[in-house]
């Protein structure tokens, strides 16, 4: 009796491993990818794991290091166009979180610190191009940097700022090149240099503050090169 018990339950087992061979990684009559796949590397080791409905992916998608941690949650819908995305550090923590619109990177993303375990940037996408504000913060304190795009380069408003939110640089952008007035700022507000940018180098003339506000310095500059230097702290 009990030969045949193990017998019944070795069977049952091959059964089960024969079973779940044969429903993974399948086809359909078309040729197309069906039901629950998983794709290793040709050293054995795991990519991703997924279910599909004739060749488009569907529900959650699972993507791996190599050392089989978790790397990559998805979760697919809208007939395989939308996957909404949360990637992880290998420690676990969360890396960024946002859409994938027909695999480009779309709308809100946000980033996060492994040390902090905080909101590190906000960028925006149109198409897998980087569109309108980004901001990057320090841990915890508040907006670090903020950079405007156009169609996936810098163009308009460039901000820094220091920890306590105030002013520490302003300038501008244009299709990719510093362009226009440019500023930085002490932490008590005054201005500590102010200049002008033309396709990306330094034009005119500009100005050196002291903390008080007294001119310290002014340098005049012709495509780019400083032709003139003119001290005031003597």
Partial sequence: MMKKTIFCLL??????VLFSQDTINQKDAQGNKTGFWRKSNTSGI????GHFRAGIPYGE???????GKVK???FIS??????????YFQTGKKMAVGNYLDEKKDSLWKFYSETADTVAGEEFYREGRKEGVSRTFYAGKGVSELITWKN???DGR??????????????????????GPFKTFYETGGVMMSGQYSEGRQAGT??????????TKKESYQNGMIVKTEDFTH
């Fill in 72 to 74: 990559t949650i998805s």
């Fill in 152 to 154: 996936g380069i810098q």
């Fill in 11 to 16: 069977l049952s087992l091959f059964s089960v």
């Fill in 46 to 49: 795991k990519v991703y794991e």
């Fill in 206 to 215: 500009w100005d050196y503050f002291d903390e008080k506000g007294r001119i």
């Fill in 158 to 179: 460039w901000e820094a700022y220091y920890t306590s939110g105030k002013l520490k640089l302003q300038g501008f952008f244009t299709a990719g090149q510093k362009a």
């Fill in 78 to 87: 809208r007939n395989g166009h939308l996957a909404k995305t949360i990637s």
């Fill in 61 to 67: 998608f699972r993507y791996f290091y190599p050392d």
